[in-house]
């Protein structure tokens, strides 16, 4: 079995793909990127996040893409674009990049670090939180 389909099915018995399509999304980062040296267990908890929608989808798209045209081997430069689009925003959009930069790092993102966030970022995050149990089991 692939990595690919190592992680779709556990997500999939989890049942935490909110549609078809965040599941199509999620697949094609995951047929594309999982390959190379900067995959981690971290990076797959951010690709579940962004293809949660279109809009999040295509930016990491363009930065996984960009990391692999410049043969990057870690995930550092992608920890710090995190850190400045968080600094972009103040609403349920920071929490998000604050939860992403978490996964790259490795560490554990307190609820309370995200209590303040909008009902719909409250959702996401506490779903990827769910994600990030169910990654970390597959082996």
């Known amino acids: 079995m692939s990595t690919t389909e190592k992680y779709l099915e556990a997500l999939d018995q989890a049942d935490l793909f909110e ?11 995951m047929d594309c990127y999982s390959g190379y040296p900067f995959f981690t267990k971290g990076l797959c908890k951010c ?5 949660w929608d279109d809009e999040h989808f295509a930016i990491m798209l363009q930065t ?18 995190g850190e400045l689009l968080a600094e972009e925003h103040r609403d349920g959009e920071y929490y998000a990049y604050q939860l992403s930069n978490a996964f790259l790092d490795g560490r554990k993102f307190q609820p ?3 209590r303040h966030a909008e009902p719909e970022f409250r959702y996401i995050i506490e779903r990827s939180l769910a994600a990030e149990q169910v990654i970390d089991r597959v082996e």
Do not use: C, P, W
């Open 47 to 51: 690709m579940y996040m962004s293809a």
């Open 64 to 81: 996984l893409n960009d990391m692999a045209i410049g043969k990057e081997r870690d995930t550092e430069d992608m920890r710090f674009q």
């Open 112 to 114: 309370v670090e995200y």
């Open 19 to 29: 549609s078809s399509a965040h599941r199509t999304r999620f697949k094609e980062l």
